[in-house]
């Protein structure tokens, strides 16, 4: 398929009949006349007429391409246009179909305006090539089983352009096969079996695999046309600076008492960032945080110490300069803080001795009125009643020389602990070993971090951490040697070490130094909860562990490193659902959204499940957030009969490959589709541009044609006139 730029100068091949008009006039300017000698000539002649003829002919032909050449060369063919007048279709009618891609990449300002406002109004000037037999439907790639508009008359055009102009942008990731596996169901709805698709994108690589491929042969079989606008910036990723996660670094986090956090950025950019800072807000009161020195094309971690004040929701944000991806400066986390922690200590050998116990020196250092431990509640129970019914399940349960639980106790210690709740068990005489591995040891339920061979006798000096990191420990690190080398051991609990370990959720966090480096401190991970295994006593019958300066750090920090984690179940990546489940025995009424950035709040409905058991007649109410594309902080409100007006804070963060930038190339994008033929057109250059056709023009080489044919014209005509 071939067109022209310039068509109109077409007309001026015409020019070339010119020297074929001049011949055939010349040939009638000359009147026979025979005389004696021509029939010498003639015999002559007739020896060289052919090549004579043929001389002539060339000659001829020669004179008429040069003219024609020249104008072709001027109205500038094209082969295979892929411009907007190229893509009109077929005569019949056509549905088309317009994908725009409205995720996070979409907003980065290179040289030019956003590649979302130039996808918008390529759009527009899409939807105005459409014929009025036509229909049309717009999709987005974060919501691309919902079209924007379905099947709308191309004569209606004033509604198209409303709609193509009026998209916004939203903070998603775009997966294209999961983006292609909905738009399937759009398409097949579509009218007319003649379909054109047209996507509008800023083909970063990120999202694009070989996931897309199933999908292309499905459109191939079924005759869909498919095109692609590319709207990207081949710019570099300059300046471009992300917040890719803000996670907290404590398991639990209660009101009033400081919390570790730690947020990772990089950068992208082909400089070192130095001397910049950061906006850090709780509840929206903000501080200035300064940064540390980021590596070009590298990421650092940046440590954040937060005091929510008081109990209830609250939000944490960290915002970053501006720059040319806005989408990606800022992140939040929404927080349920807890008033304070519960530790329940089960004694396997009371006494009424101080410290004769086998938790006095647990309970001690965990109730010293320091930092946070003034929210935590320390409970001392024995073991026969550790886990009653009318006790509140624990934060944290330590067993010290526990003989063994019973089967009930077992199963519901199994449920809790997999539910968050965490566990610490301290090895001592009084352990049934055989009792503890049929009960938690089970291939349903695995709850020891290592098989227990029995308690020996063996005179150890020294306690090394292991440098893994995140770890319940890895405060110790920061200890001088010396402190651990005093730690002086006379009773060990042997262990099997690398046991089943098929998730990988087991780790010796502390070992001996002994000759064996035999294990101190073995985490296993069990659901949301967590299980630390101590090879040693909780008492100094065993140890001189518990007088020790360090021992008071390494309890206080394996409770803050296995207790119940703070749900940040509210906080969610942008496009994922919001679900809120009200518990509650009332109605609920006047129940409002209040989405990011100021929007006008919008009423929900609250959708009743069926009650959760017969002993717990309430019924569960189910609150559903319809739409999480944009980032930021979405507020519920809630009236719940005498209790009040309740309310949940939830937050959508971007997802961080939308920040990875790289282009992918069209040949590769065009791979990944086959056997889909697809044209790749170019929109960055504005819509006059891309309405234009565009394809491999043929210019260069009629010019070299032309400049061919100049020189072996005067050539052939010096041959061809030449004495013989």
């Not at 990731?173 to 169901?185: K, R």
């Not at 009773?491 to 998730?503: C, F, I, K, N, S």
């Amino acid at each position: 398929m071939m067109t022209f730029l310039t068509p109109l100068l077409l007309w001026g091949t015409l020019l070339g009949a010119v020297p074929l008009i001049i011949h055939l006039l010349n040939r009638r300017r000359f009147r026979r006349v025979e005389w004696a000698p021509m029939r010498l000539l003639k015999l002559t002649v007739r020896r060289n007429r052919r090549r004579l003829q043929i001389e002539q002919w060339l000659l001829l032909l020669l004179r008429i391409a040069l003219p024609i050449l020249l104008f072709l060369m001027l109205a500038r063919p094209i082969l295979d246009p892929t411009g907007l007048e190229g893509w009109a279709g077929p005569g019949s009618r056509t549905s088309r179909i317009v994908l725009v891609d409205d995720s996070l990449s979409m907003g980065y300002e290179g040289e030019g305006p956003p590649a979302f406002q130039e996808a918008r109004e390529v759009t527009a000037a899409l939807f105005a090539q459409a014929r009025p037999q036509d229909r049309c439907s717009l999709v987005t790639t974060s919501r691309p089983g919902v079209p924007v508009l379905l099947e709308v008359e191309g004569s209606r055009q004033d509604e198209l352009s409303s709609a193509a102009l009026g998209l916004a942008q939203t903070e998603t990731y775009t997966g294209w096969p999961a983006v292609f596996e909905a738009l399937d169901g759009v398409l097949e709805s579509c009218t007319f079996p003649t379909q054109q698709l047209t996507i509008i994108t800023d083909l970063r690589r990120s999202g694009w695999d070989e996931g897309v491929g199933p999908m292309a042969r499905r459109w191939q079989e079924r005759g869909l046309i498919v095109r692609i606008v590319d709207v990207g910036d081949d710019g570099d990723r300059a300046g471009n600076l992300a917040v890719e996660s803000l996670q907290p670094l404590d398991r639990t986090i209660l009101a009033d008492a400081e919390s570790r956090w730690e947020a990772t950025i990089r950068n992208d950019s082909p400089s070192t960032i130095t001397g910049a800072s950061a906006i850090l807000r709780v509840d929206d009161a903000p501080t200035e945080l300064p940064l540390p020195e980021i590596a070009a094309r590298s990421s650092v971690r940046v440590p954040i110490t937060v005091r929510f004040p008081g109990l209830g929701p609250h939000d944490l944000a960290i915002e970053l300069p501006e720059d040319p991806l806005p989408g990606d400066n800022r992140r939040w986390a929404a927080v349920e803080v807890k008033e304070s922690l519960l530790i329940r200590l089960v004694d396997g050998e009371p006494s009424s001795e101080p410290f004769g116990g086998e938790v006095d020196y647990l309970a001690a250092p965990l109730s010293i009125g320091v930092g946070d431990a003034d929210a935590w509640r320390v409970e001392v129970v024995q073991d026969e009643d550790f886990l009653s019914n009318r006790l509140a399940i624990p934060d944290v349960l330590i067993l010290a020389n526990v003989a063994s639980p019973t089967p009930e106790q077992a199963d519901r210690l199994i449920r809790q602990v997999r539910e968050g709740m965490g566990l610490m068990i301290f090895a001592g005489a009084r352990m049934d070993i055989g009792s503890y591995h049929d009960l938690f040891d089970r291939d349903e339920a695995r709850l020891l971090p290592a098989r227990m061979r029995g308690m020996v006798d063996q005179e150890i000096r020294g306690v090394i951490i292991e440098p893994v990191r995140p770890s319940p420990l890895e405060a110790l690190l920061e200890l001088r040697p010396s402190a651990l080398e005093r730690v002086a051991v006379r009773q060990v609990m042997t262990v099997e070490e690398g046991g089943d370990d098929a998730e990988g959720s087991i780790r010796v966090l502390a070992r001996w130094n002994d000759p064996e480096r035999s294990p101190a401190v073995i985490e296993r991970i069990v659901g949301e909860g967590r299980v630390l295994l101590w090879t040693t006593t909780a008492d100094r019958d065993g140890n001189d562990w518990p007088v020790e300066p360090s021992f008071v750090l390494a309890i206080r920090e394996a409770v803050r490193g296995t207790a119940r984690a703070t749900p940040l179940a509210n906080t969610v990546t942008a496009g994922e659902p919001i679900r809120k489940v009200v518990e509650t025995s009332q109605s609920l009424s006047d129940i409002r959204l209040f989405p990011p950035n100021d929007g006008e709040p919008r009423a929900l409905t609250a959708v009743p499940l069926n009650p959760s058991s017969d002993e717990n007649p309430s019924t569960s109410l189910i609150i559903d957030v319809p739409d999480t594309r944009r980032a930021g902080l979405y507020r519920l409100t809630w009236e719940e009969g005498p209790l009040g007006v309740q309310n949940e804070l939830s937050a959508a963060n971007p997802d961080p490959r939308e920040s990875e930038l790289d282009r992918i190339g069209r040949d590769e994008v065009t791979q990944l589709l086959e056997p889909l033929e697809v044209e790749v057109a170019s929109g960055r250059s504005g819509t006059e541009a891309l309405s234009s056709p565009t394809g491999r023009e043929l210019w260069r080489a009629l010019a070299w044609g032309l400049l061919a044919l100049m020189i072996a014209e005067p050539m052939l005509t010096t041959w061809i006139g030449r004495s013989r």
